[in-house]
């Protein structure tokens, strides 16, 4: 168990609908990254929060948005769902020694769009 | 994002075999990292590499971070069923805080 929570663990929706991932990273941990997973691209970074603010963005659609809270918990929103959203979502949230950052994932959201 | 090159896709491998793995990219990395992923399960860390000719050990898995800064390699040694898996390679530059990740390579023990 990494310590961080994701939320839903699985979720069917159709296309054209909107959902949101939930992810709470681990005690302490104020950066959050937000990944998908697909068969066919492999794991691409999408985002990164860090003590509320964006920090960095990867491969994120405009479709796509994200933001972490004051509690540090951070929710992905994925609107107009396409078919190709289908994928493993995952967060990650990190831990910093002296100049070193590890980064720890989530057990993953599974998104099916049918 | 930078994609890393890691080989082999996918291997088949005797129960008591060692298992070697490694990743290369054109691009400068400072830090490796190496994770296992069981199915439907997010990635879990196995070693973290942060300095150039680092070799460290976890149990029966060894990792070393490239010379060049460009590769890094992880050997499991006297291989079990539990080992089956998919394993990660991920670098971090300097200048960026994400992950750029390898393909993985899917390892299947028989017994």
């Known amino acids: 168990d990494s310590g961080v929570t994701q939320t839903p663990k699985h979720l069917i929706t159709a296309t054209g609908q909107r959902v949101t991932l939930r992810c709470s990273p681990r005690s302490g941990d104020l950066s959050v990254y937000w990944y998908q997973q697909s068969l066919d691209q492999g794991l691409q970074f999408l985002i990164q929060?860090?003590?509320?603010?964006?920090?960095a963005k990867g491969n994120i659609l405009e479709r796509f948005s994200a933001q972490q809270f004051p509690d540090l918990h951070s929710e992905l929103n994925l609107s107009s769902l396409e078919l190709g959203d289908s994928a493993l979502y995952f967060c990650a949230s990190s831990v910093w020694t002296g100049p070193q950052e590890t980064q720890y994932f989530g057990p993953g959201t599974r998104l099916l769009v049918l | 994002g930078q994609q890393l090159n890691q080989s082999p896709q996918s291997m088949f491998i005797q129960e008591g075999e060692d298992v070697s793995m490694n990743c290369t990219s054109s691009?400068?990395?400072?830090?490796w990292l190496w994770y296992k992923q069981d199915p439907g399960e997010g990635p879990v860390l196995l070693i973290a590499?942060?300095?150039?000719?680092e070799l460290t050990s976890n149990g029966r898995l060894t990792a070393q971070f490239g010379i060049t800064r460009k590769d890094s390699f992880l050997n499991i040694s006297a291989s079990i069923p539990s080992d089956v898996g998919i394993y990660f390679c991920?670098?971090?530059?300097?200048?960026?805080?994400?992950?750029?990740f390898g393909a993985g390579t899917t390892v299947t023990v028989r017994a």
């Open positions: 590499l942060y300095k150039a000719g």
């Open positions: 991920a670098g971090q530059q300097s200048n960026d805080y994400k992950l750029s």
């Open positions: 691009s400068i990395f400072n830090t």
């Open positions: 929060y860090y003590n509320g603010e964006e920090r």
